[in-house]
T-cell receptor, first 110, second 118 residues
Framework: GQQVMQIPQYQHVQEGEDFTTYCNSS?????IQWYKQRPGGHPVFLIQ?????EVKKQKRLTFQFGEAKKNSSLHITATQTTDVGTYFC??????????FGTGTRLKVLA | GAVVSQHPSRVICKSGTSVKIECRSL??????MFWYRQFPKQSLMLMAT?????????EQGVEKDKFLINHASLTLSTLTVTSAHPEDSSFYIC??????????????FGPGTRLTVL
């Protein structure tokens, strides 16, 4: 079946440092979504990427979709303690079901 | 954004009992709802897709007789864990979308239900 791996699995950074998580699929994707889950909370939608090579920004967050549409990245500039949580990519399978990546757990040290 | 609620937020039950979890879309009509299970420090695993007025579609490896899903209205889907056992203890999360079979659409997640089976 479709495999969606994220690296790294865990990341501890000092507040103010940058952070990047990578999402890799074994198959070409029609689109990809990113979610953030705070500890003890539920996933919250961040963004969706559709076009090959697409780059979108939300304040300190930069999302990129690979040219081959098999990978994506989420980059956070100058992390803050509020960025703590697990970041998941989610890839479309079929027409409307999404498969979640393995997730990257981010810890920000003040 | 759209709001999805789940009830209960936390439940503890004895082994062998059944537990019903409700998922409601509060300000929109959800033609499709999804049920996920998440074990500690793991990703969300899709269990089944629930479509209003039709039978749920279960993912491979998910027992349909154990996890009963009913999507009787456009705002409510229920998941019943029948004859629960300790290995069923997990965080169950539902999500909903308001447009049927459309790919460009975010899912709105409920707050989740933490099930502990003793």
């Amino acid at each position: 079946g479709q495999q969606v791996m994220q690296i790294p699995q865990y990341q501890h950074v000092q507040e103010g440092e940058d952070f990047t998580t990578y999402c890799n699929s074994s198959t070409t994707l029609s689109n990809i979504q990113w979610y953030k889950q705070r500890p003890g909370g539920h996933p919250v939608f961040l963004i969706q990427l559709v076009k090959s090579g697409e780059v979108k920004k939300q304040k300190r967050l930069t999302f990129q979709f690979g040219e081959a549409k098999k990978n994506s990245s989420l980059h956070i500039t100058a992390t803050q303690t509020t960025d703590v949580g697990t970041y998941f990519c989610a890839c479309l399978r079929g027409t409307y079901k999404y498969i979640f990546g393995t997730g990257t757990r981010l810890k920000v040290l003040a | 954004g759209a709001v999805v609620s789940q009830h209960p937020s936390r439940v503890i039950c004895k082994s062998g009992t059944s537990v019903k979890i409700e998922c409601r879309s509060l300000d929109f009509q959800a033609t499709t709802m999804f049920w996920y299970r998440q074990f500690p420090k793991q990703s969300l695993m899709l269990m089944a897709t629930s479509n209003e007025g039709s039978k749920a579609t279960y993912e491979q490896g998910v027992e349909k007789d154990k996890f009963l899903i009913n999507h009787a209205s456009l705002t409510l889907s229920t998941l019943t864990v029948t004859s629960a056992h300790p290995e069923d203890s997990s965080f169950y999360i539902c999500s909903a979308r308001d447009t049927p079979a459309q790919t460009y659409n975010e899912q709105f997640f409920g707050p989740g239900t933490r099930l502990t089976v003793l």
